[in-house]
T-cell receptor, first 115, second 111 residues
Framework: GAVVSQHPSRVICKSGTSVKIECRSLDFQATTMFWYRQFPKQSLMLMATSNEGSKATYEQGVEKDKFLINHASLTLSTLTVTSAHPEDSSFYIC???????????FGDGTRLSIL | QKEVEQNSGPLSVPEGAIASLNCTYSDRGSQSFFWYRQYSGKSPELIMSIYSNGDKEDGRFTAQLNKASQYVSLLIRDSQPSDSATYLCAVKVQAGTALIFGKGTTLSVSS
């Protein structure tokens, strides 16, 4: 089945640091990738939708200048959390889809801890 | 606002029993429906997808969809302790859009 690889799996860093998370589709071309965030005991909340070669579409309340998304190829999207603060600590999960109606396949997630 | 509602649980069933998980959605135009399983600290894993009214069976899992009632359910037969997890109902309104998730139902299967 389709595989999505996400890296790194865990990041612990100081406040003010910028962190880049990579999401790769390994065996299919992901025209669309999605970035979610999940706080403890909460559901997945969509942050942004990333289409290859175009600007990401951000959900209401998500700061596009803080969460930079790049989707430069059909197999790679990156999320950069700029100047991260403790309130940005969360579980970030990417997903990708190759055909519009097909299920989204999720990466393993990145647990971000800002000290 | 598009919403997906689930009972948060926990739903507790004994080993070998049938677990029934329910989900309702608000957007009548929704086209695709999915059940994901999420273990603590892990990302969601696709269990079932269903696109048309009726039942769809895959091993011990059966998904049921009723678009008129805007209702989708997941039945797990012969529940095992390893089925203990949070089950997320997800809805896709149209092609190319992101999934909308419910808050999940926590299932606990006791041995």
């Amino acid at each position: 089945g389709a595989v999505v690889s996400q890296h790194p799996s865990r990041v612990i860093c100081k406040s003010g640091t910028s962190v880049k998370i990579e999401c790769r589709s390994l065996d299919f071309q992901a025209t669309t990738m999605f970035w979610y965030r999940q706080f403890p005991k909460q559901s997945l909340m969509l942050m942004a939708t990333s289409n290859e070669g175009s600007k990401a579409t951000y959900e209401q309340g998500v700061e596009k200048d803080k969460f930079l998304i790049n989707h430069a190829s059909l197999t790679l999207s990156t999320l950069t959390v700029t100047s991260a603060h403790p309130e940005d600590s969360s579980f970030y999960i990417c997903s990708a889809t190759d055909r519009g109606q097909q299920p989204q396949h999720f990466g393993d997630g990145t647990r971000l801890s800002i000290l | 606002q598009k919403e997906v509602e689930q009972n948060s649980g926990p739903l507790s069933v004994p080993e070998g029993a049938i677990a029934s998980l329910n989900c309702t959605y608000s957007d009548r135009g929704s086209q695709s429906f999915f059940w994901y399983r999420q273990y603590s600290g892990k990302s969601p894993e696709l269990i079932m997808s269903i696109y048309s009214n009726g039942d769809k069976e895959d091993g011990r899992f059966t998904a049921q969809l009723n678009k008129a009632s805007q209702y989708v359910s997941l039945l797990i037969r012969d529940s095992q302790p390893s089925d203990s997890a949070t089950y997320l109902c997800a809805v896709k309104v149209q092609a190319g859009t992101a999934l909308i998730f419910g808050k999940g139902t926590t299932l606990s299967v006791s041995s």
